[in-house]
């Protein structure tokens, strides 16, 4: 018992100099990438080259995908309405959810239960059918093929990460499209979340690696709309169709 109220393993201070993870931070930021950095604090080890350079495309692939992009959206207009840079950038990553962007986490969760479980990816599409269910890390709405998986594939492929998670995903692809008969894509959750087991992160983490990529993205948007654009951003009205009661009396 220490006799104090927080403990925890990240950060220290030893003679007025702070550690992350063990390794001296005035030391860290001479030496690695910030990348090596960020896996470092996650995982409590440092990546091998090839681990970093995969984590460094995960986190590129995820640092922006358009002004329409909700998070993206939602980011720029917050900011569109004179709150601070910070308040408009936690608008966008409170966006991130289960249909956008948050998908890794389920969808890792699925990959390693797979695994763990010996549970088989034709199983998983069934009850998912079954259920009326949408399998995380599958489907888009503008691509067919996603084309940063392909790239993420390429680049995990090359730097010997392509294993039984990213087999796996790729199975539950090909099955779902049998069940559906549509192509529902791997996505770009579904890609990061293979690879990121692949790498032994646990799927509780999932989000995480979305959001640190796309915050990058979601401060320049911010920026741009503060020094670029006119206050208060409105959705067209051409938009909004109205089909509640036609106008009508309160009563007496
Ligand atoms: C991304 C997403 C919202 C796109 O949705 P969408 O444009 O409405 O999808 P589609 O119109 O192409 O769906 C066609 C059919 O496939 C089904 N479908 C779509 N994604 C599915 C999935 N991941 N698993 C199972 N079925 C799915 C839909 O239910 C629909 O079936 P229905 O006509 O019987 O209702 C959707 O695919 C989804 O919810 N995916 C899971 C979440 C996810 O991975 N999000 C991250 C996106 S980067």
């Not at 990546?47 to 995820?62: D, F, G, M, R």
């Not at 002004?67 to 917050?78: D, G, L």
């Not at 940063?148 to 010997?160: F, P, Q, Y």
Request: glycine fraction near 10%; include cysteine; aromatic fraction near 6%.
């Amino acid at each position: 018992m220490t006799g104090k109220n927080w403990k925890s393993a990240i950060t220290g201070h030893f003679e007025g100099i702070p550690y992350v993870r063990g390794y001296k931070l005035t030391e860290m930021l001479a030496k690695l990438s910030f990348t090596q950095a960020i896996f470092l604090v996650l995982k409590g080890e440092l990546p091998n080259e090839k681990e970093a350079a995969v984590l460094n495309a995960i986190l590129i692939a995820s640092i922006d995908h358009g002004v329409e992009a909700p998070s993206t959206t939602v980011a720029r207009i917050t900011a569109s309405c004179g709150v601070p840079l910070s308040t408009a950038v936690a608008t966008g990553v409170a966006a991130i959810g289960d249909s956008h962007g948050g998908a890794i986490e389920e969808a890792a969760k699925i990959f390693q239960e797979i695994v763990e479980k010996g549970k088989s990816p034709t199983e998983i599409v069934e009850k998912a059918r079954f259920k009326s269910e949408r399998i995380p890390g599958f489907g888009h709405k503008i691509y067919d093929t996603d084309p940063r998986t392909l790239a993420l594939i390429e680049v995990a492929e090359k730097n010997g990460l392509k294993g039984k998670y990213i087999e796996i995903a790729l199975e539950i692809e090909r099955e779902l499209e049998k069940a559906v008969g549509k192509k529902l894509c791997l996505n770009i959750d579904g890609i990061t979340a293979a690879i990121i087991s692949e790498m032994g992160f646990d799927w509780k983490l999932g989000k995480g690696f979305f959001i640190i990529g796309r915050i990058a993205g979601l401060v320049a948007h911010v920026y741009e709309e503060q020094t670029r654009e006119k206050p208060v951003r409105r959705i067209s009205e051409d938009d909004v169709a109205y089909d509640g009661p036609k106008p009508r009396q309160l009563p007496k």
